[in-house]
T-cell receptor, first 116, second 114 residues
Framework: EPEVTQTPSHQVTQMGQEVILRCVPISNHLYFYWYRQILGQKVEFLVSFYNNEISEKSEIFDDQFSVERPDGSNFTLKIRSTKLEDSAMYFC??????????????FGAGSRLTVL | AQSVSQHNHHVILSEAASLELGCNYSYGGTVNLFWYVQYPGQHLQLLLKYFSGDPLVKGIKGFEAEFIKSKFSFNLRKPSVQWSDTAEYFCAVNSYNQGGKLIFGQGTELSVKP
């Protein structure tokens, strides 16, 4: 069964450092997402990406965050200057896309980010 | 704004007990509904989904859920749980014609004692 793969599985960084989380979505999928889950809290939507541009972003996704699909396979989330509150599990997801929303997201295993 | 509420944060059951996890959402339009499961150390996996049609949907591993539109609910059930069902369960909603963006509930941790 096709999988969404994420790297690294765990990253520890110092506050203020830049972090890049990588995702390889399923090859025929067209819509890509990042979600995050702070420990003990709900899974929160960050951003969706389609046709090489952001289609929607949440209030969490401020100027410190950016996404890109540099080579047609990887889908990256960059945090420019990490803060303590960025510590969370970050999930990538992808789907073939259906304009009605009747589609199923396939999630990766997550990247745990710890900011010290 | 849409929101999803799961009433139980942590449920502890013995094997063979019946399970019902509550999920309510707030959105007035047409919605698609999902239950995802996250086993310890693993990624989110789809348990079942409702898009349209029969409001009683069956998923993997003997789980089912019933969409009750009048109550804005999509409760998850299983007649007899197993130790291997120990996991965190997430209810999620997206609204029709707004792409795949999911709104998640806060999750319910299920612990099944052998």
């Amino acid at each position: 069964e096709p999988e969404v793969t994420q790297t690294p599985s765990h990253q520890v960084t110092q506050m203020g450092q830049e972090v890049i989380l990588r995702c390889v979505p399923i090859s025929n999928h067209l819509y890509f997402y990042w979600y995050r889950q702070i420990l003990g809290q709900k899974v929160e939507f960050l951003v969706s990406f389609y046709n090489n541009e952001i289609s929607e972003k949440s209030e969490i996704f401020d100027d410190q965050f950016s996404v890109e699909r540099p080579d047609g396979s990887n889908f990256t989330l960059k945090i420019r200057s990490t803060k303590l509150e960025d510590s969370a599990m970050y999930f990538c997801a992808s789907t073939t896309g259906n304009p009605s929303g009747a589609n199923v997201l396939t999630f990766g295993a997550g990247s745990r980010l710890t900011v010290l | 704004a849409q929101s999803v509420s799961q009433h139980n944060h942590h449920v502890i059951l013995s094997e063979a007990a019946s399970l019902e996890l509550g999920c309510n959402y707030s959105y007035g339009g047409t919605v698609n509904l999902f239950w995802y499961v996250q086993y310890p150390g693993q990624h989110l996996q789809l348990l079942l989904k409702y898009f349209s049609g029969d409001p009683l949907v069956k998923g993997i591993k003997g789980f089912e859920a019933e969409f009750i539109k009048s109550k804005f609910s999509f409760n998850l059930r299983k007649p007899s749980v197993q130790w291997s069902d120990t996991a965190e369960y997430f209810c999620a909603v997206n609204s029709y014609n707004q792409g795949g963006k999911l709104i998640f509930g806060q999750g319910t941790e299920l612990s099944v004692k052998p």
